[in-house]
């Protein structure tokens, strides 16, 4: 386990160094050195405080999704949520997604896979905003069919941009569907009764061996099934899913609004708001893209290509990107890890744990 968890930290500090080097190796080192310490960094303050306010709402976002199963005091909620975000930062395959349920369940005895089923509801929320934000800047930006930056194996573009939207929205129905699916009662009475019938595909088993099949296979699984359910009943309750709406559209707007902030003390982005909101949607949708820890790089690479749609200078959009990406995840990483010491959590160990029940 440990030399598994050494491989995978390892090898994505070594992709992150790529991406990085992927994303600025047209841009001189001294005069991005120069930019970097231009910018007025007194804001960097302010745009923290936003950035992390973000991260209440988010809470308070899971904390009503996860009232529907079972209540959750703020603090238990908030410690697996700053961890797992931590661990996306950090190690490679968003592996912080499935530490944030684990760490819940250590901490509340609270099942995994209905803790994995309030995020999935989450990302369904946070896709579908985005989704709906990017129709509104395709409406209203107007991208030159003909930017393209090369990134690695990525050629970035509106294509790219338009590909990206598409597979998050058939993601974004496929998530939907699964959500309604585990909820009706009928569905789910279906689901049951042909997961209780595997034993009967041994026909050629013992009695004794069929029942073997039915505690060790249809059992555990019916418990899943019922426990994932249990994390998606949110949907029985219609004021709770305009609350979790409406905390999203604040969550989304606090984080453009920390990026909007930074900008003001970086040279060259003289962006609006709603510019500096382009930009945003423009790098979540980049950082969809199978990338390293951290996002390093894709979100370096979306930012200049974003930025450039408003005509920043590639110099410009590459310190102003580097340095609000650091003053993004950095304290997140801090307070994850913060989190981790006060829960007396072992997060690498956390990070591969596999155990659904």
Known sequence: MKRNITISLLLGIIVS???LYLAFRNVPISELIRYLVSINYFLAIPSIAVALLSFVLRVFR?????????RVSFWR?????????MVNCILPGRLGEVARPVILRKLEDFPVSTGLATVAAERVFDISLLIALFTVVLATVKINPELNIAFGGYQLNRHTLELISSGMLKLCVV?????????????????????????????????????????????????????FARGLSLVKHPKKIVACI???LLVWYLVALSIYIMALGCPGIDLSFLEITAVMIIICFFIALPSVPGFWGIWEAGGVFALS????ATKDAAGFTLANHAIQVIPVILIGFVSAVITGINVWRVAFEERLT
């Open 17 to 19: 160094a790529v991406a």
């Open 62 to 70: 899971w904390q009503l999704i996860l009232a529907s199963s079972q």
């Open 77 to 85: 909620a908030f410690h697996p949520l700053m961890i797992g975000f």
């Open 175 to 227: 998530l939907i569907a699964a959500i309604f699916l585990f909820t009706i009662e009928r569905t789910k009475a279906v689901m049951d009764a042909l997961i209780i019938k595997i034993p009967s595909l041994f026909f050629f088993a013992t009695p004794s061996t069929k029942a073997k099949v039915h505690k060790t296979i249809s059992e555990p699984v019916i418990r899943i099934v019922d426990n």
């Open 246 to 248: 409406g905390l999203s």
């Open 309 to 312: 749609l408003f005509g920043v």
